[in-house]
C-alpha cells in the first residue's frame, strides 16, 4: 500500500483551531495530511485546488467554519457554492470527485477533525495514486 | 504549395510531415490535419523534436538532422521493392525512374536505419502509409531547405510524391509551408536577382526587352545578388548602398557577427521599417513604413492564394505606407512610372506584366475573397492544384540523389548538433510580437531545448543557465529539459536578438539555392557558474 | 431565410429614429460576415444586412458603450446574445438603460447549428420571427453517458488538441475580467505546447463559466482544434439550476449565485455534510 | 456620429493566410476577430492572430524618418531623409555603377510594394541586386 500525499486547507478561525484541539488532546490521526493555513475557506479557490492536484496530491481537504460561524459571516458560503461545482466538474472530466473533500470543523471540535482525517486519509489510501489514475501530465 | 489547404481536410488520406513544426509555425493548417484524422487520415511526422503535431501524429520518428536524403531514397527502396509504386502514373508523367530505381536500391532500411537514426521498421511502417492511401500529402517547411543539401532535400520530397502518383490530384502534392505571410508574393514580384515578376528570367533577353518597353528601362542579363551574397559583397566593397524594406538581417541572417561587420561596412545603409530593428539601428537613413493596417494592398500565401489586406486605420504619426515611400523616391530621383494613385493601380500594372497574375483584380477579389495563381485572365477561376495532367516542363523528372553529410557535423570539441526554429508565440526576427504583451508574457526571452539524458550527462539538474558555444560565437540563456528533443540534438528559436541563435548558426550554403544551414551545425554547450 | 432579413431590415429601420446606432452583422468582402453598427443617416448600409453566421455581437456591444456610455444604442440579438446582454449587465458590463433590444428567432437549423435549448428571445420588446422549441444536444449527452474512464480517455485526447490560442477566452462575451486566472502562469505554465498540463486550462475555464456560459457557442466554433468545451459549461449550467436555481440569462432581477450568500433551502441541495 | 467598423484583412505573420478582422472604433483599433466562413481560417485564430491588432499602437513605432549626424540618428523631414537618399543613391549608381547598390524587398510587405521596389532596382537603379528573406 502506498502512502497518500493529502493537502488540506484548513480555515485560520475554526478548523486548524481544531486541530489544535486535537493535538492537544493527543488525539491519534494518520499524519498523510499536510495542513496549510489559510485565512478563510473561501479563500481556497477551484483553480487552487486543480493546481494541488496538478502538483501531485492524491487528496485535497478543504476545511471551513460550520455555516453561520464563519469569521467573515459569509466566507465560507463561497466554499459551499463553489465546491460542490467543482466536485461535479471533476466527475465531468472523468475524476474521481471523492478525492475532494468538504468539510466543517470548529475550534471545539478536536475529535470530530481527528475523524474526518482519518476517513479521508483511508478512501484516499483505497484509491490507486492520482497521477496513476488522471494524466494530467502525461504530455510533459 | 502544389495544392491547396481545403484539400487537406476534405482529400487528403495520408499527411507526411517532415521538416515542419507544423503545429506552432502554420497552427491552422496543423488543425486541417487534425479535421483529416478524425475522418481516418493519417499523420505521419519525422523531425529531432517531438513537436505538438508529433504529439498527435499516428506515426513519429525522431532522425538525425541533415539526413532527410537518406530517409527518402530509404522509403523509396521500401516502396520499389514491395511494388507500391504508381506504374501507371510512373510511365505516362515521368522519365528518369531506372536511374532513380538504381540509385535507391543501395538503401535499405537497415542501411538508411544507420544514417538517419530511424529503426529500418519504421521506415517500412512509413513507406507503406504513405504509398498505400492516396491521395497523400507531403508537407514540409524549413526543416527540409535550409540545409547545405537543401535542393537535393526538396527534389526528394518530389521524388516520392511522384513514385506513388501523388502529384496533380487534389489532396496530394508536395507542399512547402512558406513561413512568412507573403514570401510566396515578393518571390512572385521578383524579389529575387534572378527574376522579374511571374518567374520571368533576367537572362532571356525577350524578357528583358518586355520589361524596358513597359518600365522604358529594366535590369541587366546577368543575375544579381543574394542577400548572403550581398554583405560579401559589401565587405569587399564591391556593394556600397543598401536598401533594406522591412527585413531585418542582423536577426535573421546566419553568421551575426559577420553580418555586423558587412553592415557597418556599408557605406549607405538605408532601412524602411516600423520599428528601430537591430538593422534600423545600424542605418544611415531610416523611413518610418506602416503595418498592415495602415494601408491597402495584397499578400500571396503559401497555396498561392491571393488576398487583400485593407487599410483599418490612418497611419501612425509621420509615418508612410511603403509603396508610397517608394513612389515618392522613385520621383525624386527623375523616375517616370511611378504615378500610382492606390495599390489598385500599381495591380493593374501587375496585372499586365505578371502572367500569372494576369486575372486576379481588385474587383475580383472584392467579389470571390481569393484567387489562386495561376490565374491569367479575368475569366479564369484561379488554380486550387497544379500539375493535372501535366508538368510545367512536360514529363516529371526523377533525380536520382545520393545522401550528402551536412557541412559541419559535431565532434568532440562541438559534441551538440544545433537546430534553430520557431515558437508559436512569436514572429521572425521578435520585432511585432515582442512588442505584444499577451505573446511575450508567454515566452519572454530566448532558452535552449536540451535532451533529459544530455542534460544529466552535463550535470544539468533543472532548467539553469547555459552556453552555447559555436565556430563562429556563444550566447548564454536558460536551458529547457524536455523528453521530447532527440539526444546530441539541441533546439534554440530565434526570434531573440539578444541570445541570437544566429550567432552560432553556420552560413554554409546550398550551391543552388543559396539557403544557409540553418538546421544543422556543431556546439558545445557549458553550465554557466 | 430573406423573409427574416426583410423583416429585420424594417425592424431596425423603426429603431432608427430612437437610437445613435444599431449593432447588427453585414456581409462584406467574399461574402465574409462581420459586426457593423448601422446608423439612420446611411440606412444604404442595410443592404448588406445579414443574419447567419452569428457574431459576437455582445462583446462588441461593451467595447461600444465603454468609450460612449451616454449612448443609445440597439442591438440585434438572438436567444444567446440575449442572455449574454443580461448577464454582462448583471456584472456591470453593460447600461441596460440605455439598451434596445431587436430579438431574432433562430431557425431549427440554425437551433440544431448550436446544440441550443433556448433558440428565443424572452426580454426583447421588437422581435422578428417565430419562437421555436429548443433542441437536443447530442455531443453533451454522449459525453454525460460515458463511464469515468472513457471521459478521462476522451478528455486528454480533447485537451492534447489545445493550441492555446485562447480564442475560446478571448470571443466569450461574459469573458470580460481585466486580470485572467488562465494567464496567470501559477496556474496555466506559459510558451510550453502541448500544454504540459492542458487540462488546467479547460478545468479553470469551465469553473468560471459557471452560471456565466449563455450557450452561445462561439468558443466552440473559433477553437481551429474543434474541442467540444461547451458540454463542460452545459452540464454544469444544469447542477447550478438544480443547486441555485439560477438560470442563466433569464430573469433580469435575479442576481448571479456566485456573488451571493448561501439562499434558504440552497445548502442541502449542495450535497455537502451537515 | 460612433462609428464602428470591422476591417477584413490578412493576417501578417504565418504563411497560411488566415483572414481575420480588425475592430475600429472611432478611428482606433480596439481588437481583433476571426472571420467565419473563410476557407482557410474557418473562424478561428492562432495566438498571434487574435494578438495581432496589439503591435500597431506600440509606443515604439517610427513616427518620423531619421538621418544620421555625427554618429546619431536624428529626426528629420520626409523632404531632408528622401533627397538624401536619392542623391546618394545616384550618386553611387553614376560612380560606381548600377551593381554597387543593392536592395531587399519583404516578404513582410505586400505584392504592390515588392513589386514596385524591384521595378525601382531594375528600372531606375539599373540592377538585378534584389532579393528577400525567402531563405532565411
Known amino acids: 500500500m502506498y502512502e497518500p500525499k493529502i493537502i488540506g486547507f484548513l480555515c485560520n478561525w475554526c478548523s486548524y483551531r481544531g486541530a489544535d484541539t486535537a493535538g492537544m488532546a493527543r488525539m491519534k490521526y494518520p499524519p498523510n495530511v499536510k495542513i496549510i493555513r489559510v485565512p478563510c475557506s473561501g479563500r481556497i479557490s477551484p483553480e487552487l485546488v486543480l493546481r494541488t492536484f496538478r502538483e501531485g496530491a492524491d487528496g485535497v481537504m478543504v476545511l471551513g467554519c460550520h455555516i453561520g460561524d464563519c469569521h467573515y459571516s459569509t466566507g465560507n458560503h463561497r466554499t459551499a457554492k463553489r465546491m460542490p461545482v467543482l466536485k461535479r466538474l471533476l466527475e465531468y472530466s472523468g475524476i474521481d470527485s471523492d478525492r475532494l473533500a468538504i468539510n466543517w470543523v470548529s475550534a471545539a471540535e478536536g475529535e470530530k477533525f481527528a475523524t474526518v482525517i482519518k476517513e479521508f486519509t483511508e478512501q484516499i489510501s483505497a484509491m490507486p495514486p492520482f497521477a496513476e489514475t488522471m494524466k494530467m501530465e502525461e504530455t510533459k | ?529 | 431565410m430573406s423573409d427574416r432579413l426583410t423583416s429585420l431590415r424594417e425592424a431596425i429601420q423603426q429603431v432608427f429614429p430612437q437610437v445613435d446606432g444599431v449593432l447588427g452583422i453585414r456581409r462584406g468582402p467574399g461574402g465574409i460576415i462581420s459586426p457593423y453598427l448601422f446608423h439612420s443617416e446611411h440606412p444604404e448600409e442595410l443592404e448588406a444586412l445579414a443574419i447567419w453566421p452569428k457574431e459576437p455581437l455582445p462583446d462588441v456591444l461593451r467595447k461600444i458603450q465603454k468609450a460612449h456610455p451616454e449612448a443609445k444604442l440597439a442591438i440585434v440579438c438572438r436567444g444567446c446574445e440575449e442572455r449574454g446582454v443580461v448577464e454582462m449587465m448583471k456584472h456591470s458590463q453593460l447600461n441596460w438603460d440605455n439598451l434596445t433590444l431587436i430579438g431574432l428567432q433562430c431557425t431549427k437549423e440554425e437551433a440544431e447549428f448550436c446544440r441550443c435549448a433556448k433558440p428565443y428571445t424572452v426580454h426583447a420588446k421588437i422581435v422578428v420571427g417565430e419562437p421555436i422549441e429548443g433542441v437536443p444536444d447530442p455531443v453533451t449527452e454522449k459525453v454525460a453517458a460515458m463511464s469515468r474512464e472513457e471521459k478521462q480517455e476522451f478528455w486528454k485526447e480533447q485537451f492534447l488538441h489545445c493550441i492555446k490560442c485562447y480564442g475560446c477566452r478571448t470571443i466569450c462575451p461574459q469573458c470580460f475580467c481585466n486580470i485572467c486566472t488562465l494567464e496567470d502562469e501559477k496556474f496555466v505554465e506559459t510558451g510550453r505546447l502541448p500544454m504540459p498540463n492542458p487540462s488546467m486550462y479547460h478545468l479553470i475555464r469551465a469553473m468560471h463559466m459557471t452560471a456565466k456560459c449563455v450557450a452561445c457557442r462561439e468558443c466552440e466554433e473559433t477553437c481551429p482544434a474543434d474541442i467540444p468545451m461547451a458540454v463542460h459549461f452545459r452540464l454544469i449550467a444544469r447542477d447550478v439550476q438544480e443547486m441555485f436555481s439560477y438560470e442563466t440569462g433569464a430573469i433580469l432581477e435575479q442576481k448571479p449565485p456566485q456573488l451571493l450568500v448561501l439562499e434558504e433551502g440552497e445548502y442541502e441541495r449542495t450535497g455537502l455534510p451537515h | 456620429m460612433i462609428e464602428y467598423k470591422s476591417v477584413l484583412t490578412t493576417c501578417p505573420y504565418c504563411g497560411t493566410g488566415c483572414t481575420l478582422h480588425l475592430q475600429v472604433l472611432d478611428g482606433t483599433l480596439v481588437g481583433t476577430l476571426p472571420a467565419k466562413e473563410h476557407p482557410i481560417s474557418q473562424g478561428g485564430l492562432c495566438i498571434k492572430g487574435w494578438n495581432v491588432h496589439a503591435f500597431v499602437n506600440h509606443k515604439d513605432r517610427l513616427r518620423t524618418p531619421m538621418i544620421r549626424k555625427n554618429g546619431k540618428l536624428e529626426e528629420a523631414t520626409w523632404e531632408e531623409a528622401l533627397g538624401l537618399v536619392a542623391e546618394k543613391l545616384g550618386e553611387f549608381k553614376a560612380k560606381s555603377g548600377p551593381d554597387s547598390i543593392a536592395l531587399l524587398t519583404s516578404a513582410k510587405c505586400t505584392n504592390e510594394e515588392n513589386y514596385l521596389l524591384q521595378k525601382f532596382g531594375r528600372a531606375v537603379i539599373g540592377t538585378n541586386n534584389v532579393d528577400h528573406c525567402a531563405r532565411l
Open chain 2, 1 to 529: 504549395m502544389t495544392n491547396s489547404i481545403p484539400e487537406f481536410e476534405e482529400n487528403t488520406n495520408c499527411f507526411f510531415v517532415i521538416g515542419s513544426n507544423t503545429s506552432e509555425g502554420h497552427p491552422l493548417i496543423a488543425t486541417r490535419m487534425l479535421k483529416a484524422q478524425k475522418r481516418g487520415a493519417k499523420i505521419i511526422v519525422v523531425d529531432p523534436r517531438k513537436n505538438q503535431i508529433g504529439h498527435w501524429a499516428d506515426i513519429f520518428y525522431t532522425f538525425r538532422p541533415g539526413t532527410d536524403v537518406a530517409l527518402f531514397n530509404g522509403l523509396m527502396n521500401v516502396i520499389i521493392s514491395e511494388g507500391l509504386e504508381d506504374k501507371a502514373f510512373i510511365a505516362e508523367r515521368t522519365e528518369d525512374f531506372e536511374a532513380l530505381k538504381t540509385l535507391v536500391a543501395e538503401y535499405t532500411p537497415e542501411k538508411v536505419a544507420e544514417i538517419s537514426g530511424v529503426p529500418a521498421d519504421g521506415i517500412r511502417e512509413i513507406a507503406r502509409t504513405y504509398a498505400k492511401a492516396k491521395p497523400a500529402a507531403i508537407l514540409y517547411a524549413m526543416g527540409i531547405t535550409q540545409h547545405t543539401t537543401g535542393v537535393d532535400n526538396v527534389k526528394s520530397t518530389s521524388n516520392l510524391a511522384m513514385l506513388c502518383g501523388n502529384m496533380g490530384i487534389p489532396g496530394g502534392g508536395v507542399n512547402p509551408l512558406r513561413g512568412q505571410n507573403n514570401v510566396q508574393g515578393a518571390c512572385d514580384m521578383g524579389g529575387l536577382p534572378n527574376v522579374y515578376p511571374g518567374y520571368q528570367a533576367v537572362t532571356i533577353p525577350d524578357v528583358q526587352k518586355k520589361f524596358q518597353d513597359a518600365w522604358g528601362s529594366a535590369g541587366p542579363l546577368t543575375v544579381g545578388l543574394t542577400v548572403t551574397e550581398m554583405l560579401h559583397a559589401a565587405q569587399e566593397g564591391k556593394v556600397r548602398a543598401l536598401y533594406v524594406m522591412g527585413e531585418n538581417p542582423m536577426v535573421s541572417d546566419p553568421d551575426l557577427n559577420h553580418v555586423r561587420h558587412c553592415l557597418e561596412e556599408t557605406e549607405f545603409l538605408v532601412v524602411q521599417d516600423i520599428f528601430m530593428t537591430e538593422t534600423a539601428e545600424m542605418a544611415h537613413v531610416v523611413l518610418p513604413g506602416v503595418t498592415f493596417a495602415e494601408k491597402d494592398g495584397t499578400f500571396s500565401n503559401t497555396e498561392r492564394r491571393v488576398q487583400r489586406v485593407r487599410k483599418a486605420i490612418e497611419p501612425i504619426g509621420d509615418s508612410k505606407p511603403d509603396w508610397v515611400i517608394i513612389c515618392e523616391l522613385a520621383k525624386k530621383m527623375g523616375a517616370t512610372g511611378f504615378d500610382f494613385a492606390s495599390p489598385s493601380d500599381i495591380m493593374t500594372e501587375i496585372n499586365a506584366l505578371t502572367p500569372s497574375y494576369g486575372g486576379i483584380t481588385y474587383a475580383r477579389l472584392e467579389e470571390l475573397g481569393s484567387l489562386q495563381w495561376p490565374c491569367p485572365t479575368v475569366e479564369h477561376a484561379g488554380t486550387p492544384y497544379l500539375h493535372k495532367g501535366k508538368f510545367a516542363r512536360g514529363l516529371g523528372k526523377f533525380f536520382p540523389l545520393e545522401f550528402k553529410e551536412p557541412a559541419e557535423l559535431p565532434d568532440e570539441e562541438y559534441p551538440f548538433t544545433l537546430t534553430t526554429g520557431r515558437l508559436m508565440f512569436h514572429f521572425h526576427t521578435g520585432s511585432m510580437t515582442r512588442r505584444s504583451e499577451k505573446l511575450d508574457s508567454e515566452v519572454p526571452t530566448a532558452y535552449v531545448e536540451i535532451n533529459v539524458r544530455d542534460a544529466e550527462k552535463l550535470g544539468l539538474n533543472g532548467d539553469k543557465r547555459v552556453r552555447v558555444t559555436s565556430r563562429r560565437g556563444e550566447i548564454e540563456l536558460d536551458a529547457r529539459v524536455t523528453d521530447d528533443i532527440k539526444r546530441g540534438v539541441i533546439f534554440i528559436p530565434f526570434h531573440f536578438a539578444e541570445a541570437a541563435a544566429n550567432k552560432l548558426t553556420n552560413s554554409a550554403i546550398d550551391p543552388v539555392a543559396k539557403i544557409p544551414e540553418y538546421k544543422v551545425c556543431a556546439v558545445k554547450v557549458e553550465i554557466v557558474k
